[in-house]
């Protein structure tokens, strides 16, 4: 039983961490619409654009889904988000957070 129970975590954990594990290298290059307000190294140098460097993954995904699906609302942000898959953000998101946030 303690066998089962380790191993039904794991996969669980596994899946979890999958949900938004992405391409880090190819998140930098779909990221050249974001680096404008976000800045390049995810540091944005106006304080009313948040800085994505170092959050967590599974967090920018979900922001940016929530853009897409409209139910967090921002012109700019709601249209960069309109064309974009889960594999894109996934990637994106992976790029910000290896960033380091300093």
Known sequence: MKKLLTCMLTVTWLL?????????????????????CHGMAGVSANPAWPNLAGQHGDYLVKQMKDFKAGTRTDPNMNALMAPLSEADMADI???????DCK
């Open 16 to 36: 979890w961490a999958s949900a938004w594990a992405g391409d880090a290298a190819a998140g930098k290059s779909k990221a050249a619409s974001c680096i404008g």
């Open 93 to 99: 998101a992976a790029y910000f957070s290896s960033l």
